[in-house]
């Protein structure tokens, strides 16, 4: 079946170093790819997704590529601040048994340290 | 605000008993989909519902039961509760199949 496979966390970070989470996803097809985010207390938000092989998903200034020849979708920030300091989940969406299926990561913590 | 209210926010209960969470889904989301947080297991996708018909079912307990009403809301009914059902469920809602699914801001329950 599907999968996938996020990088083990705590991750901590100094405000502005540069951020990256890594996904591999295992899918028969063509899925599409995501990135949700969960801020303390609240429910998981899209970041940002990307529908095709190459396609660059980007919002608040996080950014991760498509990557079909690797089976991966990579999440980095440039420089990250505190208030980035959160849960990320992978996840991947594909039609499975005559409908779409969406496969969430374990989800990767984040920390910004000032 | 992703438009998902869930209620109650928390809850507190006793093991053996019973609760309904209720969930209402975005304005013209016809699916519905039940998951649950917990701390050992991460996010865990227990149930999806389309329209009023169960739509997917994932790692969801036979205690524990979903239905979507004709207004398209949901309950998830939890029975005979013990203290490892104690987690973050989280409701979602999407528009048909879309893929984009919207989260609630999820109910903490607590079984003591």
């Known amino acids: 079946g599907d999968s996938v496979t996020q990088m083990e966390g705590p991750v901590t970070l100094s405000e502005e170093a540069f951020l990256t989470i890594n996904c591999t996803y295992t899918?028969?097809?063509?899925?599409?790819l995501f990135w949700y985010v969960q801020y303390p207390g609240e429910g998981l938000q899209l970041l940002l997704k990307?529908?095709?092989?190459?396609d660059k998903g980007s919002n608040k200034g996080f950014e991760a590529t498509y990557r079909k020849e690797t089976t991966s979708f990579h999440l980095e920030k440039g420089s990250v601040q505190v208030s980035d300091s959160a849960v990320y989940f992978c996840?991947?969406?594909?039609?499975?048994?005559?409908?779409?299926?969406?496969?969430f990561g374990t989800g990767t913590k984040l920390q910004v340290i000032p | 605000d992703s438009g998902v209210t869930q209620t109650p926010k928390h809850l507190i209960t006793a093991t053996g008993q019973r609760v309904t969470l209720r969930c209402s889904p975005r304005?013209?989301?016809?699916?519905v989909y039940w998951y649950q947080q917990s701390l050992d297991q991460g996010l865990q996708f227990l149930i999806q519902y389309y329209n009023g018909e169960e739509r997917a079912k994932g790692n969801i307990l036979e205690r524990f039961s979903a239905q979507q009403f004709p207004d398209l809301h949901s309950e998830l009914n939890l029975s005979s509760l013990e203290l490892g059902d104690s987690a973050l469920y989280f409701c979602a809602s999407s528009l048909m199949d879309q893929e984009t699914q919207y989260f609630g801001p999820g109910t903490r329950l607590l079984v003591l």
């Open positions: 899918a028969t097809g063509y899925p599409s």
């Open positions: 996840a991947l969406s594909a039609y499975s048994g005559g409908y779409q299926k969406v496969t």
């Open positions: 990307a529908t095709k092989a190459d």
């Open positions: 304005s013209g989301d016809l699916s």
